[in-house]
C-alpha cells in the first residue's frame, strides 16, 4: 500500500518486512516507533522475515510505514514491505510476542565488527562490561557464525547454553534499551569465558589471559586466537625471527601474512590507502584489505607489491591492542598511532579448512601455536576472513566470507531453489531462494578430505538456515573435482537432475547474474584453467552467453603445457614453450638452469607429455620467466602479482605495435613474447606486457561485438583481480562504446563460480 493512509480515520494494518530484518533490532525499532508514535499491535519475528500489526490514525500509521522503509536499524537490510488493511481492534498497547514458524524467507545477518557505543562501554571503568571480551548489542557482534536455523532466536543460537543473569534479563526486555532482544548479548556475570592454553592444551594460571597473551606475543611467541568465525595464528609482526618460525610451520613459504593493526593510523609507514580503501578497512564488516606496500615488515610479503591489512573487529582484538599500548585510561588512544602489529592469519595446517573448535585446535595446531586464546561460546560455522581490494575507485573481493555471508545477492529471475558447488579451487556453494542467490563463506581448495568435509559442512548449514530444499544441483564440467562427485551423489539420493556447466560459461553467469541481465551478451573469461567442452584446458575464452547458452566465439592461441600441471607450478616451462613456439627451441637450455631444462626442450620438440591450453594465467607465467621475474610460484599466482607490481611501478605505457595477432577469432600474443624475450628491464617489460594485452583483448572484444550486435561485455575470472590488467582494459572498451560489466558482489574468480553456475541452473529450469 503506497498511497498516503487518510491523516484522521483509525486503521490497523498487518505489515509483512522481508529481508535482513532478524538479529538487527528490528522488532525493538518497531517496539519504539510505535511507542513514539501512539500505535497499539504487534510485532514477532516469522519465516518470512518480521511481521506485525499497527493500529492508529492513518498519519501515524503512515509515518511508521515509511520509516520502516527508509530508516531501519544500521545492519537492517530491507527486501520488501507489503501491507493489507485489517479489522479494527480494541486498544491493547503494543507489545513483542514470540516468534512463529513457517515459510522461511528471511536472513541471518553477517557477523559485524564492534560498534561504537559497545566499544565506549569496554572501555569505560565502572561499566559493568568493562574489559568484557564479549560484549555485543542489536547493532554488532557475532551472527551466522553462532546461528543454527531460523527464527533468530537465542534459542536456536550457540548462546542457548548462557541463561541470562537478572540484570541481563532486565535489559534484554527493556524496549529502551539497545539490547532489548539482542540475542548474543551478555556480561561478566553469565557469559563467556576467556581461558588461556599452553601448547599442550593445559591451562595457564593467570588472573589476566588478556595480559598474559600480550606478554607471550611481545616474547615472541605464536598464538592461536579464536576469533568470530575461528582461529588466527598471530604474533608480533615488527619480530622478524616470530614471523619466520609462523611461515616455517605452517609451510606457507612466500604467500603474504596479513596484519592487524589498531587504525589506519599504525598502518602509516607500511603502508598506503585511499580514502576508498580506508572506508573499506573501517566498514562493519572489517575485511582483509589489500593496500601498496611503502615500507619494510621483515617476512610479512617480502617481494611483493602490496599485502593484506586489517582492523580489529572483536572486543578481545581491542582488548588485546589496549593491554600492548600499557592499558591508557579513556579512550583517546584508540585514534592514536600504535607501533605494535600483529600478524592474522588463518589457522590452518597448509591446505586445511579453518580451525573453529577448542578441541579440534589444540589437535590440529599442535606444533605450530604455542599456547591458545580460547573461549566457550562455540562456532556453530566457520568463515575466514573477507579479502578485498580496490581498482580505481571500485571496491571488489578476492574471497568473500565473514562479514559478508549470508547477505543475498538479488536475481532478475526467480525460480525454483537451486544449489551450486563450485568447482575445485577457492570453492564456495551458493543456493537460490527465490530471485536471491545466497553464496557461501569461503571453503578452498579441494584437495584434502577435510576442506571436502568443510564443503559438506557448508552446504548443509545453508540448507538449514535457510529452510531449502534444491530441486536443482548445478556443478563444474571436470567429473573428477569432489564437488562434481558430491553434486552427482545429492542428486542421486534426493532424485533430483545434476547439471554440468562449463567452467568459462559460469564464470560469465556470474557476473551476468549480479547485473542483472538476462539476454545475451559477451563473455570475456580469463583464468588459469577451466576444463573446456572439447577436453582441453581453457583459460582464454570469448563467448556469448545467453543464460543456460553459451557459444566459444574464440579463444587465446594455445601454448603447450610441458608436464602438465607441473607447468602452473613452474612458469619458466611455460617461457620455454612460448620460445618454442617461436622456433627459438634452442634458447631453452641457455636460459634457463633448472635440472628440468633439457628434459622440456626434449618434450617439447617431440610433443610428448605437452597438452596445450588457451589460459590467459599460463600466457602471464610465461611473460615472467621470459622477463626473468619468477622461474617457480611459492604460492599460486605469485608470478602474475610481481609482474602486475612492476607494472604499477614503471607507470602506464604504450603497447607494443604489432605485438598482437589476431585471426578468425583465435588471439595470438606471440610477437610480444618474442620482444620480451630479449628485453632486460624487467619493469618496462612489465608495462608493455600489460598494455598490449589490454590492446589485444580490446580489439578481439570489439570485433566480436561487431559482428554479433552485442554492446555489452562481462569480465570474468581470476585474471581480473589484476587491476593494471582490469583498468586498461575496461578503458578501451568504453572509449568504443562497449558497456563493460564487472563482478561486485562476488569475487572474479573460482570464489564467484557457483553464484554463476546458480544462475545458469535457474536459467536451465526456466528454459
Not at 234 to 263: I, S, W
Not at 619 to 636: H, P, S
Not at 651 to 659: A, E, N, W
Amino acid at each position: 500500500m503506497d498511497a498516503t493512509l487518510a491523516a484522521e480515520s483509525l486503521m490497523r494494518c498487518r505489515v509483512q518486512v522481508r529481508g535482513q530484518v532478524q538479529g538487527v533490532g528490528f522488532r525493538p525499532f518497531v517496539f519504539r516507533l510505535a511507542q513514539e508514535l501512539g500505535l497499539s499491535g504487534w510485532v514477532r519475528n516469522c519465516g518470512a522475515g518480521v511481521e506485525l500489526e499497527v493500529q492508529g490514525h492513518g498519519k501515524q500509521v503512515d509515518s511508521l510505514l515509511r520509516k520502516l522503509r527508509h530508516e531501519p536499524p544500521p545492519l537492517a537490510r530491507i527486501a520488501g514491505v507489503s501491507v493489507e488493511i485489517a479489522e479494527v481492534e480494541p486498544e491493547r498497547g503494543f507489545a513483542i510476542l514470540e516468534s512463529r514458524g513457517g515459510e522461511t524467507l528471511t536472513r541471518i545477518a553477517p557477523d559485524t565488527s564492534i560498534c561504537p557505543d559497545c566499544l565506549a562501554e569496554l572501555f569505560t571503568p565502572g561499566d559493568r562490561r568493562y574489559r568484557y571480551p564479549f560484549i555485543n548489542c542489536t547493532h554488532c557482534g557475532p551472527r551466522y557464525t553462532l546461528a543454527a536455523r531460523v527464527p533468530y532466536d537465542r534459542a536456536h543460537t550457540a548462546m542457548a547454553k548462557f541463561p541470562l543473569c537478572p540484570a541481563c534479563q532486565t535489559e534484554y526486555h527493556a524496549p529502551d534499551n539497545r539490547r532489548f532482544h539482542a540475542e548474543a548479548t551478555a556480561c561478566p556475570v553469565c557469559g563467556p569465558q576467556l581461558a588461556l592454553l599452553n601448547a599442550d592444551g593445559s591451562a595457564v594460571r593467570t588472573e589476566n589471559a588478556i595480559a598474559s597473551a600480550v606478554a607471550q606475543l611481545k616474547d615472541g611467541k605464536i598464538l592461536a586466537v579464536k576469533g568470530l568465525g575461528g582461529f588466527h595464528l598471530m604474533c608480533d609482526a615488527n619480530n622478524p625471527v616470530a614471523v619466520a618460525r609462523l611461515r616455517e610451520r605452517k609451510a606457507r613459504e612466500e604467500k603474504p601474512f596479513a596484519v592487524m593493526a589498531l587504525n589506519a593510523a599504525s598502518l602509516e609507514g607500511y603502508a598506503k590507502y585511499t580514502e576508498a580503501e580506508l572506508a573499506l578497512l573501517e566498514s562493519p564488516a572489517r575485511p582483509v584489505v589489500i593496500l601498496e606496500r611503502t615500507g619494510e615488515l621483515q617476512g610479512i610479503a617480502d617481494g611483493m607489491p602490496g599485502f593484506g591489512a586489517m582492523l580489529p573487529y572483536t572486543p578481545l582484538h581491542y582488548l588485546l591492542f589496549h593491554e600492548a599500548a600499557g592499558s591508557p585510561a579513556g579512550r583517546s588512544w584508540l585514534s592514536e598511532s600504535l607501533p605494535f602489529l600483529m600478524v592474522c592469519t588463518s589457522a590452518n595446517p597448509g591446505g586445511e579448512p579453518l580451525v573453529y573448535r577448542n578441541d579440534e585446535a589444540v589437535q590440529r595446531l599442535n606444533g605450530i601455536a604455542d599456547g591458545f586464546l580460547i573461549h566457550d561460546r562455540d562456532i556453530l560455522v566457520r568463515a575466514d576472513d573477507c579479502v578485498m581490494r580496490v581498482s580505481g575507485k571500485a571496491p571488489g573481493f578476492v574471497r568473500r566470507s565473514r562479514g559478508y555471508t549470508p547477505s543475498p545477492i538479488a536475481l532478475p529471475l526467480s525460480g525454483p531453489p537451486v544449489l551450486a558447488v563450485g568447482g575445485f579451487y577457492k570453492n564456495a556453494v551458493c543456493v537460490t531462494r527465490g530471485s536471491e542467490a545466497f553464496l557461501s563463506q569461503h571453503i578452498g581448495e579441494l584437495d584434502n578430505a577435510a576442506t571436502c568435509e568443510a564443503l559438506e559442512q557448508a552446504v548443509w548449514h545453508l540448507l538449514d538456515v535457510l529452510e531449502i530444499r534444491p530441486e536443482l544441483v548445478v556443478h563444474d564440467l571436470h567429473p573428477d573435482f569432489f564437488s562434481s562427485r558430491f553434486a552427482a551423489r545429492f542428486a542421486a539420493e534426493r532424485g533430483i537432475p545434476a547439471l554440468a556447466v562449463q567452467h568459462h560459461h559460469a564464470h560469465i553467469g556470474a557476473v551476468a547474474a549480479e547485473h542483472g541481465v538476462s539476454g545475451p551478451l559477451l563473455g570475456l573469461a580469463l583464468d588459469g584453467v577451466g576444463l573446456g567442452t572439447d577436453g582441453s584446458a581453457w583459460g582464454g575464452e570469448l563467448l556469448r552467453v545467453d543464460g543456460a547458452r553459451k557459444q566459444r566465439l574464440g579463444s587465446l592461441d594455445p601454448l603447450a603445457l610441458p608436464g602438465g600441471d607441473a607447468a602452473a607450478r613452474e612458469p619458466w616451462r611455460m617461457a620455454a614453450a612460448a620460445l618454442h613456439a617461436l622456433g627459438r627451441g634452442e634458447e631453452i637450455t641457455q636460459r634457463f638452469a633448472e635440472p628440468a631444462a633439457q628434459t622440456v626442450a626434449a618434450m617439447l620438440e617431440h610433443g610428448a607429455n605437452v597438452p596445450y591450453t588457451s589460459s590467459c594465467g599460463r600466457l602471464f607465467d610465461a611473460a615472467a620467466a621470459l622477463l626473468r621475474v619468477k622461474n617457480r610460484n611459492g604460492f599460486e599466482g605469485q608470478a602474475a602479482m610481481l609482474l602486475e607490481g612492476l607494472a604499477a611501478h614503471h607507470g602506464r605505457t604504450g603497447p607494443l605495435q604489432h605485438g598482437f595477432v589476431l585471426d578468425d577469432g583465435t588471439l595470438s600474443f606471440l610477437p610480444l613474447l618474442d620482444h620480451l624475450a630479449d628485453m632486460r628491464d624487467a619493469d618496462a617489460g612489465a608495462a608493455l606486457f600489460h598494455a598490449t594485452l589490454a590492446e589485444g583483448l580490446a580489439a578481439w572484444v570489439v570485433q566480436a561485438a561487431r559482428q554479433q550486435g552485442l554492446r555489452k561485455v562481462a569480465l570474468g575470472g581470476g585474471c581480473f583481480l589484476n587491476a593494471e590488467l582490469s583498468s586498461s582494459l575496461e578503458e578501451a572498451l568504453r572509449e568504443e562504446g562497449i558497456t563493460v560489466l564487472r563482478a561486485e558482489q562476488a569475487p572474479p574468480n573460482d570464489g564467484g563460480l557457483a553464484l554463476g553456475q546458480a544462475w545458469i541452473g535457474l536459467n536451465f529450469l526456466k528454459d
